[in-house]
C-alpha cells in the first residue's frame, strides 16, 4: 500500500479559463508538514480544493489517500478522511466555541450516547488548551477576532481526527507568535498522529524551516517538490518570484532567505 496523499490527473477550469491542467502532485508524506508554495495566482488554493474534492466546473482528478481512492468514496466518508479547511471561518456565525467543537465532532456521525457527551466535551476543551485557546470556550464565534476563529477552526479541524489535513493559509490572519506557535503545534500533532497535513503558505522563511516537502507553483506548473533546502533555491525562487534572493545560514544554523531585489 501507497503511504501518503497523492493527486493525479488534476485539471480544474472556471469557465473557459483552465487553471490546472492533468497536474500529478505527491506523495504529500505521513507524519510530515507539505506546503503548497508560489505567488498569487499560481494555483496552490485551487491544487488543495481539487484534492479535496472541491473542484470547480470541469474539474477532475484521482486522489489516493494511503491505498484508498478518495474520488471513489461518498462525499461524507471522503470529507472525514480528507478535511479542508478554507482560509477562514464564517464571521457571522451566533455559536459558542465549544459548541462548534461539538457540532464539528458530530457532523460526519451520529449523535453520541448521552453517557458520552461528558467524554465529547471534554476532549473538546483539551483541543482547545493545545491552542492556547481554552479561554474563548464560552465566548460566541462572532464574537471573536479573524486570528482567535483561525485558531477555532484548526481545533476543530484536528478534533474531527481526520487521516489528511489540508490547511488553506492556515497563517494569514495570525500574528508572529501565534504563526510559530501553531507551525509548532501542526508539526507536533501530524507526527503523533502519523496523519498527512498540506497547507497553503506565503512565507518562505517559515515553509524553509519549519515544513517537510514543499511543492511550488507558478502559472499552474509546478516547478519544483520535494525537501524545502532542496527546492527553495536562489534559482527556483528567480523562476517563480522574479526576485533576485540568497539562501543564507544565520547564527543558529537555521537557513533565511534574503531578498536583494527583483529580476
Known sequence: M??????????????SRTVLDDLSVGPFPRGQVSALLGPNGSGKSTLLRAIAGLGADGGHATVMLNGDD??????????????????????????????????????????????????????ALRMLDVFGIANLAMQYMDELSGGQRQLVGLAQALGRNPDALLLDEPLSALDLHHQFAVMDILRRETARRNIVTVMVLHDLNIAIR?????????????????A???????????????????????????PHIMVDGLG
Open 228 to 254: 524545502p533546502t532542496d527546492v527553495i533555491t536562489p534559482a527556483t525562487l528567480r523562476t517563480t518570484y522574479d526576485i533576485t534572493a540568497r539562501v543564507e545560514t544565520c547564527s543558529r544554523g537555521l
Open 2 to 15: 501507497t503511504e501518503g496523499l497523492r493527486a493525479e490527473h488534476v485539471s480544474v477550469r472556471y469557465g
Open 70 to 123: 478518495l474520488s471513489r468514496m461518498p462525499p461524507a466518508r471522503r470529507t472525514q478522511r480528507c478535511l479542508y479547511l478554507p482560509q477562514a471561518l464564517p464571521a457571522m456565525v451566533h455559536l459558542q466555541v465549544l459548541e462548534s467543537l461539538l457540532a464539528a465532532q458530530h457532523a460526519l456521525t451520529t449523535l453520541p450516547p448521552a453517557r458520552d457527551e461528558d467524554d465529547a466535551v471534554d476532549a
Open 210 to 226: 519549519m515544513t517537510d516537502y514543499d511543492v511550488i507553483l507558478r502559472d499552474g506548473r509546478i516547478i519544483a517538490a520535494g
